[in-house]
């Protein structure tokens, strides 16, 4: 999977260092595709992460086969 950063997404990145691009792939990988609410082009991933045990919300979009825009992501609870 090749990854595109939002412009969002890349300042809320120095804030949220540990949230890193294998964690994402990971969980847009193991959660189900479901639709945001707020954009209608963009999906949701939520999955728990098995080292931290943490669950991480993902906003994304699919650009192509193998592209996908990384809109946002974070944390839950």
Request: aromatic share 10%; with cysteine; charged share 30%.
């Given at each position: 999977?090749k990854?595109?950063?939002?412009?969002?997404?890349?300042?809320?990145?120095?804030?949220?260092?540990?949230?890193?691009?294998?964690?994402i792939?990971?969980?847009?990988?193991?959660?189900?595709?479901?639709?945001?609410?707020?954009?209608?082009?963009?999906?949701?991933?939520?999955?728990?992460?098995?080292?931290?045990?943490?669950?991480?919300?993902?906003?994304?979009?699919?650009?192509?086969?193998?592209?996908?825009?990384?809109?946002?992501?974070?944390?839950?609870?």
């Amino acid at each position: 999977m090749k990854f595109l950063h939002s412009l969002h997404w890349k300042q809320k990145r120095q804030k949220r260092p540990d949230i890193t691009d294998d964690l994402i792939e990971y969980a847009i990988m193991h959660s189900t595709i479901v639709r945001d609410k707020h954009w209608k082009d963009a999906s949701n991933a939520v999955c728990r992460v098995p080292p931290m045990g943490r669950t991480l919300k993902v906003v994304y979009r699919r650009i192509g086969i193998e592209q996908i825009k990384i809109i946002t992501a974070f944390w839950l609870g």
